[in-house]
Nanobody, 117 residues
Framework: QVQLVESGGGLVQTGGSLRLSCAAS????????VAWYRQAPGKQRELVAS???????MYADSVKGRFSISRDNAKNTLYLQMNSLKPEDTAVYFC???????????WGQGTQVTVSS
C-alpha cells in the first residue's frame, strides 16, 4: 500500500509562483509513473504533467513553459514548480502514482491552489 500526501498549495496573485510537493510512503516500487492532475469547480479532472521513472516528462499544453515537474527518488517525493500562475490555474491539485509492478494506482487527497486576478 502507498500513501500520497500533497503540500504547498495556497493563495497567490496572478503572475506568482508556488511549489507543490507530494510525499509517498509505503511500498513504492522503482518502476512507476507519477503525475499531477487538477480539478477546477464544475470541471473534469485533467492531467497537468507526468514524469516516468527514467525522468521523461509530459505537460499539458496549457502549462508548458510555466510549470516544471520533477522527482526525487531518494526521498520518494514529487514536485511541481508553478510559475507565471493565472486565474485559470485555480483548482485542487492531486498527486497520482501508477505502480507498474503491482498494477495499482494511488491518489493523494489534493491541495488547493487559488490564483487571484
Amino acid at each position: 500500500q502507498v500513501q500520497l500526501v500533497e503540500s504547498g498549495g495556497g493563495l497567490v496573485q496572478t503572475g506568482g509562483s508556488l511549489r507543490l510537493s507530494c510525499a509517498a510512503s509505503g511500498s513504492v516500487s522503482r518502476v512507476n509513473l507519477v503525475a499531477w492532475y487538477r480539478q477546477a469547480p464544475g470541471k473534469q479532472r485533467e492531467l497537468v504533467a507526468s514524469i516516468g521513472s527514467g525522468g521523461n516528462t509530459m505537460y499539458a499544453d496549457s502549462v508548458k513553459g510555466r510549470f516544471s515537474i520533477s522527482r526525487d527518488n531518494a526521498k520518494n517525493t514529487l514536485y511541481l514548480q508553478m510559475n507565471s500562475l493565472k486565474p485559470e490555474d485555480t483548482a485542487v491539485y492531486f498527486c497520482n502514482l501508477n505502480d507498474y509492478q503491482s498494477g495499482r494506482q494511488y491518489w493523494g487527497q489534493g491541495t488547493q491552489v487559488t490564483v487571484s486576478s
